[in-house]
């Protein structure tokens, strides 16, 4: 295993939206799909991966958050998610309930 995948692993934090929505304010929240691993993914934005990272952009995997769903955070600010910093982006998932 990776050094950097080992950090990334140890690093991987569940926050809530009142504790990440700080971020907003210098645009640096990503947010990505619950179908993408987000360790793997911190790997290959960290790695540079334009090719990987790319693909995942252009077919929607890996976005900035919307208006509507920050507004939908805001009314709900205990709403869980997983975090990892691949500077200078704070990449985030959505905890979906079972």
Same mark, same amino acid.
């Given at each position: 295993? =990776? ?20 971020? *907003? ?7 990505? $799909? ?11 934005? *960290? $790695?540079? !991966? ?7 952009? *252009? ?6 958050? =919307?208006?509507?769903?920050? !507004?939908?955070?805001? *009314? ?23």
């Amino acid at each position: 295993m =990776s050094e950097v995948r080992e950090r990334l692993e140890k690093d991987l934090a569940a926050v809530d939206w009142k504790s990440l929505r700080i971020h *907003t304010q210098r645009d640096a929240l990503i947010l990505v $799909a619950t179908e993408l691993d987000l360790i793997e993914v911190a790997c290959q934005v *960290t $790695a540079d !991966a334009a090719e990987e990272v790319g693909g995942w952009i *252009t077919n929607g995997l890996l976005v900035k958050p =919307s208006a509507d769903q920050l !507004a939908s955070w805001e *009314t709900e600010l205990d709403k869980p998610f997983r975090m990892l910093i691949a500077a200078p982006y704070i990449l985030i998932q959505e905890v979906q309930h079972a």
